[in-house]
């Protein structure tokens, strides 16, 4: 048992290396042990923008995750829910929009499994706004806890969020090999 866990480990790491490389221009990730991450958005995350189609009209859904920090627990990953969309940040897209048209930023979402939850922090997108520049207390921007079964992070690099999305799973799949051997 002993010669297995370091080589699980050797299997997560690379994954973990490859997520932090790949998430390099959207935030930061910071290892918290070997089978758990922090990931740490830029501030301000993006409106998001996803056309639908409703009743043969295009529709606008528009949404934003606004967090500082989630803590990942990789095992509690749910790696078959792994999804991504091509999304829109330009504030007038509705306006400019033509239909075909393919979003600037691709949104990866990540879900937990059933009946677990991610511990987040969230921060107040208004507060953060009217801040100037220079260092800020958490509670200036009104940062506070909160737990979510899911939450999106953004690429401005749809190969990059395919090199993160791919590591991830890969790292998912690692760390519940590690756990149910333990």
Request: with cysteine.
């Amino acid at each position: 048992m002993l010669v297995l866990t370091p080589c699980v480990a050797q299997n997560i790491s690379p994954s973990i290396q490859a997520m932090k490389s790949a998430y390099v221009g959207s935030g930061s990730i910071v290892v918290v042990s070997e089978d758990s991450i922090v990931i740490e958005p830029k501030m301000p995350s993006p409106v998001c923008a996803l056309p639908l189609n409703k009743d043969g009209k295009t529709a606008w859904s528009f949404y934003t995750f606004p967090l500082s920090s989630i803590t990942v627990p990789l095992s509690q990953v749910d790696e078959t829910l792994l999804a991504e969309d091509r999304v829109f940040t330009d504030p007038e897209v509705a306006q400019k929009y033509k239909p075909g048209q393919v979003g600037d930023t691709t949104m990866v979402v990540i879900s937990v499994v059933r009946g677990k939850r991610f511990h987040t922090l969230t921060y107040d997108r208004e507060k953060l706004a009217r801040l100037g520049p220079g260092p800020h207390s958490s509670a200036e921007y009104g940062q506070a806890p909160d737990d979510t079964e899911a939450f999106g992070l953004t690429f401005s690099d749809p190969a990059a969020a395919r090199t993160f999305e791919l590591a991830l799973k890969d790292a998912v799949v690692a760390a519940k090999s590690k756990t149910a051997r333990q």
